[in-house]
């Protein structure tokens, strides 16, 4: 069964909205989740680290002010797309790891698409 | 920096076997990571090596030798439903991290 669990997994709304993605982990604490991002055939993008208890580190060319990320539990972080626009529009897709030695797990994504 | 190359498709006949290669250029290599992409979906765990040799999982294996900055996954008896796109990921333990950077992935066809 699934092991990280990602909401919402569709969104459409208009440009200038604010847009708030959940990622848990399921059944294990995770100290640090990821958040990644990918456009139409191209493979996935590092966005930021989440570390619970502490700031996001953003790769470079990811706007902190724009793409917010709060881990303030060991089995929660969320990502909030601040004033979207449709080039924000994408495939948002969040992942955990319970211990250093072992695989990441993805959440199931969500599709987001600014209008 | 990382530089990761795969193959960008492939095709292979049901019940065939397929062999997909990854090369690697990195520095604080901490294991190598095979992930199933189907369409519209996000990424499923296959295989991991974190040591050289071959690790076997049912019909996918992974094969990792890290001299030759070099993997393959392999895919034995293929079904329809191994159609997807197959990611290589390196993961690298630079400044505790545990970063992953993905390959752009291969997109495999299974024909009948």
């Known amino acids: 069964?699934?092991?990280?669990?990602?909401?919402?997994?569709?969104?459409?709304?208009?440009?200038?909205?604010?847009?708030?993605?959940?990622?848990?982990?399921l059944d294990f604490q995770a100290t640090t989740m990821f958040w990644y991002r990918q456009f139409p055939k191209q493979s996935l993008m590092l966005m930021a680290t989440?570390?619970?208890?502490?700031?996001?580190?953003?790769?470079?060319?990811v706007e902190k002010d724009k793409f917010l990320i709060n881990h303030a539990s060991l089995t929660l972080s969320t990502l909030t797309v601040t004033s979207a626009h449709p080039e924000d529009s994408s495939f948002y897709i969040c992942s955990a790891m319970f211990?250093?030695?072992?695989?990441?797990?993805?959440?199931?994504?969500?599709?987001?698409?600014i209008l | 920096?990382?530089?990761i190359d795969q193959p960008t498709e492939m095709t292979a006949t049901e019940g065939a076997i397929v062999q997909i290669n990854c090369t690697y250029q990195t520095s604080g290599f901490n294991g190598l990571f095979w992930y199933q992409q189907h369409a519209g979906e996000a990424p499923t765990f296959l295989s991991y090596n974190v040591l050289d040799g071959l690790e076997e999982k049912g019909r996918f294996s992974s094969f990792l030798s890290r001299s030759k900055g070099?993997?393959?996954?392999?895919?034995?008896?293929?079904?329809?439903?191994?159609?997807?796109?197959?990611?290589?990921?390196?993961?690298?333990?630079?400044a505790g991290s545990y970063q992953l950077t993905f390959g752009k992935g291969t997109k495999l066809s299974v024909i009948p």
């Open chain 1, 1 to 25: 069964g699934a092991v990280v669990s990602q909401h919402p997994s569709r969104v459409i709304c208009k440009s200038g909205t604010s847009v708030k993605i959940e990622c848990r982990s």
């Open chain 1, 50 to 61: 989440s570390n619970e208890g502490s700031k996001a580190t953003y790769e470079q060319g």
């Open chain 1, 99 to 113: 211990s250093r030695d072992q695989p990441q797990h993805f959440g199931d994504g969500t599709r987001l698409s």
């Open chain 2, 1 to 3: 920096g990382q530089n």
């Open chain 2, 70 to 94: 070099y993997s393959y996954l392999l895919l034995k008896e293929l079904q329809m439903k191994d159609s997807a796109s197959y990611l290589c990921a390196v993961r690298n333990s630079g």
